[in-house]
């Protein structure tokens, strides 16, 4: 490939980034084309940690739900849904571990 071709191609290469790149700025919807960021309070029992896992498009939020230590560690799953938390155990299950919603809760 002559130095020629090399140089055209890289150049189209280089204005097809930058014209993507400010489409891919302004995906949010604002006027801005900036992002921002919420902070959430899991309100999970005291002693316990929370590890959020999916979101659905409803806003509920399921996860795993840790608590305990050593051979009393344990994991439950966790709904926290419309300002309400609710955790849950599999019947028989020794740990409980959730990782996707669906759009119905």
């Known amino acids: 490939m002559s130095l020629r071709v090399k140089a055209i ?11 993507l790149a400010n489409f891919a700025s ?19 029992p005291s002693g316990s940690t929370t590890l ?5 498009d409803n806003g509920a939020i399921v996860g795993l739900l840790e608590s ?11 709904l926290f849904s419309g300002g309400v938390f609710t955790h849950f155990s599999f019947p028989g299950a020794t740990n409980t571990l959730p990782h996707d919603i669906n759009k119905q809760v």
């Not at 302004?26 to 959430?40: E, I, R, V």
């Not at 959020?52 to 659905?56: E, G």
């Open 9 to 19: 191609c890289s150049t189209l290469i280089l204005c097809c980034a930058m014209v």
């Open 26 to 44: 302004a995906q949010d919807g604002s006027p801005t084309g900036k992002c921002g960021f919420q902070n959430l309070t899991i309100p999970a």
């Open 52 to 56: 959020p896992t999916d979101l659905n």
């Open 68 to 78: 305990g230590s050593g051979t009393n560690f344990h994991v439950s799953g966790f």
